[in-house]
């Protein structure tokens, strides 16, 4: 089990802060306490002991893997540029209209780099799928805020998971239900601003 001793080894992972996070978590593997990921040290020793060499990864590595890599790695640009233009947008663009603007360290979570049984390939992927699937998340709670403010219809079909704002939507083809709830159903945020 987890050291529990506060004057023990300090927290392999520290988690970003999130408002609702204040009880203690445990599983097999290690301890959350609040947002901070501790691990025993026998488990410490047991990652250590199954960490791959990089020269062993690479040198299993399947040759369309690392041929497809670049195009993989070279999606880092776009996704930069479309976390910086997502962020100034809520920034400035919220506020105006109300709307609880998204904590984006709620969808960036790099908790994986530091598992020790992962060489520094490993970390490196991991790394940046987190920072890949985590942004795409959080650009999709922002796109789910704005759609509440400015068409809060249904889709006429269902699709694959919608996004967290989509049940506070209005029903598709119900012309009277829209213009008699569509200022309440845009002002709807009373669950978000209860969490902050």
Excluded at 5 to 34: K, M, Q
Excluded at 80 to 101: C, E
């Amino acid at each position: 089990m987890a050291n529990r001793n506060p004057s023990g080894p300090d927290p392999l992972v520290h988690i970003s802060p999130a408002n609702d996070s204040t009880a203690e978590e445990t599983s097999p593997f290690y301890e959350l306490r609040g947002r901070v990921v501790w691990f025993s040290e026998e488990m410490r020793r047991e990652h250590r002991r199954l960490q791959s060499s990089l020269w062993h990864y690479i040198r299993h590595s399947r040759f369309f893997v690392a041929l497809t890599s670049p195009l993989i790695y070279g999606c880092v640009v776009p996704f930069i540029l479309l976390d910086i233009f997502v962020t100034l947008y809520q920034a400035f663009s919220f506020p105006i209209y109300g709307i609880p603007k998204v904590v984006r360290s709620d969808y960036l979570v790099f908790d994986r780099g530091k598992l020790c049984y992962l060489n520094f390939l490993e970390r490196l992927n991991c790394q940046y799928c987190a920072y890949a699937n985590g942004l795409l998340a959080y650009v999709v709670e922002v796109a789910g805020r704005t759609e509440q403010h400015w068409c809060p219809i249904k889709h006429a079909r269902r699709y694959p998971s919608p996004h967290s704002r989509y049940s506070h939507f209005l029903p598709y083809g119900n012309a009277a239900v829209y213009r008699e709830r569509i200022e309440e159903v845009r002002q709807d945020f009373k669950d978000i601003r209860k969490k902050a």
